[in-house]
């Protein structure tokens, strides 16, 4: 696998795939970024309505190489590089996808769709309800999302939780291989406006498929870790972090349950709340800045729904608010990492600093 | 396209535009190997085959007029007169960098150069660029704006809203279009209905031209003549600088878009060889002359290696600072 640009080596960034395995890989382990492209090949091979357009996803392979190989099987027309015009392509894909067609817009990375925040924004989540349910928007945007590669202050946000602001859209994380491979076929199933999340950490991601599964929804919250002493609520790049800090701290007897939300728009609530009503206790995990974030939201609906359930405050682990720096030790205070995770749990259970 | 006449250059002007470029070609071979041994991090653009561009630019303007760059422009600022103790110490991510470890080399700052940094959105500094142009006017300001960008970035609506708004209210303001041909892996025929981005330029009622961007001397001179028609009151101008890079568009593009012969064939038309040969023909320049430029440089990046080494990280506990002026500031 030849590096993609975008990326970091391997020594800078766990996150980079082995150059050759030396051992032959299990049929069922698979790479995140390769999950992607399963999903992609499968997608086009349903459906010949399906396509891709966004920038270098053809002849470059794609940023992050998910699309790569894509191009020589599909041919051009259903492999589309588009010039660097994020506004027009994906209002582009809104009108393909209003004419019929049944687009995947691939934008680079979620820092550069600010430039396409007016078409996702103001037409394609509001045009089924401003035409009375005539026009249906039936379009999927994969973005690339998160910090944690020093790439500094204008390619490091977290924006998915301003998406999830906004009534029309639907918001799905896949943080899991599974999730990988089977998400974009839920999505492209969906009438509406789906963005697919994925965090750049995580291509490099390897896990198991689970045997036999084809399916997957993109409504529900999952658990992905169960436990009895509090609710880990978390998605997309943090739930590795949050699986990380819940092994620390069941080596300390404290033993959480890990709720990725894989869907961040709508909310799982029934998930969630049925999590808290057992463990009374929640933290919730969020790479978005915390004022106005979706860990504020989240929180708020357990204070909701879950008040009198509750044995302490929900807290957050949320990043810093200020734009990341580049400079590695910067970076890392101002993210949610395992070490301010297990913190933070050991805070909402009173127990203070580790022993 | 048209080439300074020969007669006007000096050995001593040569020698001063051969040194500025071996500074930054040593500078990004150095920064090419300290990514390798991760002592710089996060994306890093070279602009190898670049250099006669930023050298041929800076000469030829003063410094009262404001720089707007992009995220290949450690070139620009070096050029600029951005010290490069400051630079290689913010590719460190240290305090004593020029963006105090917070940029990185997407992000180099210098206001006291008015070097309004580099930018990582593509095409995002062209607008910045009207605007501090606007106030240069507005103040009477005697200095005009030059703003850098690729080719890849005359794709984006900022392009072009940027170039009326300029064009429109007459406003001095110099784009600067690094055409390298490609925008990642993406070839600017591939890219544009019209690759003619000086005719583009045109339509909205711009100056415009396209220039040598391998050969110093072009640069230097056609930006000495739209500068000096800007600051006449003439209103903005495009100039289209026809140039390569060398290296891969960051530190893992397996270039797989263009294949080894087409950078051979730019290699023996770039910018050192090219000003070489001709000092060298012109019989201004030996080849000791080149050797001792190049030890210099050298020296200049091991001493600028040597400070970033040495410099001091910037407190976590100042993580927040700066997000907002500071009380004075
Ligand atoms: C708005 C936006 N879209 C996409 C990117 C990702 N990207 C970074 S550099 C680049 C290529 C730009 O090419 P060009 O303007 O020709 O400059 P060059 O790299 O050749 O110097 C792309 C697509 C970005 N940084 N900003
Ligand atoms: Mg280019």
């Known amino acids: 696998m030849p590096n993609p640009v975008h990326e970091p080596p391997r020594a800078m960034n766990d996150a980079r795939p082995p150059a050759a395995a030396a051992t032959a890989p299990s049929p069922m382990r698979q790479s995140y970024r390769d999950a992607l492209r399963e999903a992609l090949r499968a997608a086009l091979h349903a459906d010949p309505r399906v396509f891709l357009m966004g920038e270098d996803v053809g002849r470059y392979g794609g940023s992050y190489a998910v699309s790569k190989g894509l191009l020589e099987e599909f041919g051009p027309e259903r492999i589309r590089d588009t010039p660097l015009a994020e506004s027009a392509f994906v209002g582009a894909g809104i009108g393909a996808a209003i004419g019929g067609l049944r687009p995947i817009v691939e934008i680079m990375t979620v820092n550069f769709s600010l430039l396409a925040l007016d078409q996702i924004m103001n037409n394609a989540a509001t045009y089924s309800h401003m035409s009375g349910g005539q026009i249906h928007v039936p379009l999927v945007i994969r973005l690339a999302t998160g910090a944690g590669r020093q790439l500094g202050a204008q390619h490091s946000h977290s924006l998915e939780g301003w998406y999830a602001h906004i009534p029309g859209l639907r918001i799905a994380v896949p943080a899991t291989i599974d999730d990988a491979r089977c998400m974009l076929a839920a999505a492209l199933a969906s009438p509406d406006p789906v963005l697919l999340f994925e965090h750049a950490a995580l291509y490099n991601l390897e896990g198991e498929r689970t045997p036999g599964l084809t399916a997957v929804d993109i409504d529900h919250a999952a658990v992905r870790r169960p436990g009895r002493d509090l609710s880990l609520i978390t998605y997309g790049g943090s739930l590795p972090k ?25 909310l799982d609530d029934a998930a969630i709340m049925d999590s808290v009503r057992r463990t009374r206790r929640a933290l919730v995990v969020d790479e978005g800045w915390r004022s106005g974030s979706l860990a504020a939201e989240i929180t708020t609906r357990i204070v909701e729904q879950a008040f009198y359930d509750l044995d302490a405050p929900v807290a957050r682990v949320c990043t810093a608010e200020v734009p990341i720096p580049y400079a590695k030790h910067l970076e890392d205070a101002a993210l949610p990492s395992p070490e301010r995770i297990v913190a933070a ?8 600093e580790a022993g | ?37 991760l002592k710089i991090r996060g994306f890093l653009h070279l602009c190898n085959g670049e250099e006669a561009v930023a050298v041929g630019a800076m000469r030829a303007l003063g410094p009262d007029d404001a720089i707007v760059s992009t995220y290949r422009e450690h070139g620009h600022a070096l050029a600029r007169g951005v010290p490069m103790t400051a630079v290689m110490a913010e590719l460190y991510g240290k305090q004593s960098g020029c963006s105090r470890g917070r940029g990185g080399s997407m ?56 170039l009326n708004l300029a064009a429109l209210w007459r406003l001095p303001v110099l784009f600067l279009c690094e055409n390298n041909l490609y925008g990642m892996g993406t070839a600017l025929d591939r890219a544009e209905s019209e690759v003619d981005v000086a005719a583009k330029a045109r339509g909205y009622r711009l100056e415009a031209a ?10 230097e001179a056609a930006v000495a003549r739209a500068a000096a028609a800007i600051r006449a009151g003439a209103g903005p101008a495009l100039l289209e600088l026809r140039t390569y890079r060398f290296r891969a568009h960051s530190m893992f593009d397996p270039q797989l878009y263009r294949d080894k012969a087409e950078i051979d064939a730019w290699q023996k038309k770039g910018p050192l060889i090219t000003l070489t040969t001709r000092m060298k023909a012109a019989g201004l320049m030996t080849e000791d002359d080149y050797r001792r430029l190049d030890a210099a440089a050298a020296a200049e990046v091991d001493a600028a290696v040597a400070f970033a080494e040495a410099a001091p990280w910037e407190p976590i506990a100042d993580l927040e600072r700066f997000v907002y002026a500071e009380p004075g500031a």
């Open chain 1, 242 to 266: 949050c699986l990380a800090a819940a092994e620390r701290l069941a080596e300390q007897g404290v033993d959480v349950e890990v709720i990725d939300l894989r869907s961040l728009r709508p």
């Open chain 1, 345 to 352: 749990v050991r805070g909402v259970l009173g127990r203070g």
């Open chain 2, 1 to 37: 396209m048209s080439a300074a006449p020969e007669a006007l250059v000096t050995r001593e002007h040569g020698l001063a535009l051969l040194g500025e470029m071996l500074r930054i070609r040593a500078f990004e071979d150095r920064c090419y190997r300290l990514y390798g041994e």
């Open chain 2, 107 to 162: 992000h180099l700052f210098d206001v006291a150069k008015r070097f309004y940094g580099g930018n990582a959105i593509v095409a995002g500094g062209l607008p910045v660029a009207v605007g501090l142009a606007l106030a240069q006017k507005l103040r009477s300001a005697t200095g005009l704006t030059a703003c850098f960008f690729g080719d890849g970035a005359v794709a984006e609506g900022e392009f072009h809203e940027s």
């Open chain 2, 210 to 219: 396209a220039v040598d961007g391998m050969d110093v001397f072009a640069v």
